[in-house]
């Protein structure tokens, strides 16, 4: 082996060395990592798409429409120590064969619950959290 082969086999040793693992292993994040789902919620739900947002929504549960009920979001609305405020969105995915009921708040089977479609209608039910119903008595 010739000299410069050597010289330029430890230049690319070197340089491989150099880069953080992160920048050697470059590969897009699947759906389930993006949203913190287990590694099978594809199996349960195909084509899963990211597009429920928590802006402007105050702290609840709230089912995915656009992933017809099978997912539902935590939205986590903070006011950090700067002032700043930010809205923390964490994901789950109902079991096989069941969607999030939005009265209810639970996974259920569809035919137990409200139409997925209507779910929306029922975000403001996220309201009742933290409330202390009054159990002073009516004469």
Request: aromatic share 12%; with cysteine.
């Amino acid at each position: 082996m010739n000299s410069l082969a050597v010289i330029c086999g430890l230049a690319l040793f070197a340089v491989v060395l150099a880069t953080p693992f992160g920048e050697r292993v470059r590969r897009q994040a699947t759906i389930e990592e993006t949203l913190g789902l287990p590694s099978n919620a594809t199996a349960i739900r195909n084509n899963i798409v990211d597009t429920f947002s928590c802006d402007d929504k105050i702290y609840g549960y709230y089912a995915d429409i656009d992933n017809e009920c099978q997912l539902f979001h935590v939205c986590y609305p903070v006011e950090l120590a700067d002032g700043s405020k930010r809205t923390f969105k964490w994901s789950f995915i109902c079991p096989e064969e069941t969607i999030f009921n939005q009265e209810s708040m639970t996974c259920t089977f569809p035919t137990d619950a409200i139409p997925c479609s209507e779910a929306a209608s029922f975000y403001n039910l996220n309201q009742n959290f933290g409330v202390i119903p009054s159990t002073t008595a009516k004469a």
